[in-house]
């Protein structure tokens, strides 16, 4: 299209007030969300928190998104199922699972392998609403640390550690008859 052409509808730019000229009304609105937050710190006290002298709160475990898990089912065993559709779910692709034939009577096959590289995640929740066992669920811990890239690849056992460090603290959302909608 050129710019000559009739089809093209020029508009001219509305004419600025002398208010709207010297940004006025948008330095007051500036200074009253200033002033706003300036109250709450001096009636509420200050929002930072010293960590990790001190621990932060977190207002709802289950709405926060922190390291993942993997779920054990009633026998011990590992809840997941090898259905890929974690992994085909996650939009970072930092999921990576190996199946093979289970042992058990009762599914078709487990993860004999099953790893998350929490640096590439971005903790968006896609993994935990597709699976359809409840296998993998994001916990409320959010001191995620590591000295190296390995340490922060979680293979299957550690997954599994972290379901017993905080299934007594944080029981599965499918068991307790919550979970996120």
Known sequence: MKPDDPAIRWIDPPELTLSEQLYL???AQGLTTTMRHWKRTWTEGPVTVSYPDEEPTIGNPLNYRG?????????GRVQCVACFLCATACPAHCIDIVAAESPWPDR??????????????????????ACPVDAIELTSLYNLTGRSREEMIFDKEKLLSVYDKTKDSEPMQSRSGGGAS
Do not use: A
């Open 25 to 27: 009304p948008l330095f």
């Open 108 to 129: 078709d096959k487990y993860p004999e392998s099953f790893t998350i590289d929490e640096l590439r995640c971005i903790f968006c929740g896609m993994c935990e609403e």
């Open 67 to 75: 390291v993942h898990r993997l779920n054990r089912d009633e026998q």
